[in-house]
C-alpha cells in the first residue's frame, strides 16, 4: 500500500483530514531457533499518519484522562 492510499483509507474511515504519512517497514527476520530449525518471521509495514490540527481519532483516545 502506498502512502497516498494509506491517507485515503484513514480519511475515509475515520473522518479526519491526513496531513502527513510516514511508513517503515519491520521485521523480516531469518534465523534459527533452539533446535536448529530455520524460521522466517514475515515483513510488516507500519504507518505513522499525522492529522489536521483539531482532528482526532476517538478511539485512541478513550484510555486518556486530562
Same mark, same amino acid.
Request: charge should be positive; avoid cysteine.
Given at each position: 500500500?502506498?502512502?497516498? !492510499?494509506?491517507?485515503?483509507?484513514?480519511?475515509?474511515? $475515520?473522518?479526519?483530514?491526513?496531513? !502527513?504519512? !510516514?511508513?517503515?517497514?519491520?521485521? +523480516?527476520?531469518?534465523?534459527?531457533?533452539?533446535? +536448529? !530449525?530455520? $524460521?522466517?518471521?514475515?515483513?510488516?509495514?507500519?504507518?505513522?499518519?499525522?492529522?489536521?490540527? +483539531?482532528?482526532?481519532?476517538?478511539? $485512541?483516545?478513550?484510555?486518556?484522562?486530562?
Amino acid at each position: 500500500m502506498d502512502k497516498k !492510499r494509506i491517507a485515503a483509507e484513514i480519511a475515509k474511515i $475515520f473522518d479526519v483530514k491526513v496531513t !502527513r504519512v !510516514r511508513t517503515m517497514k519491520t521485521g +523480516g527476520e531469518k534465523g534459527r531457533n533452539a533446535k +536448529g !530449525r530455520n $524460521f522466517s518471521k514475515l515483513a510488516t509495514k507500519k504507518a505513522i499518519v499525522t492529522l489536521k490540527e +483539531g482532528d482526532k481519532i476517538s478511539i $485512541f483516545e478513550e484510555g486518556k484522562s486530562k
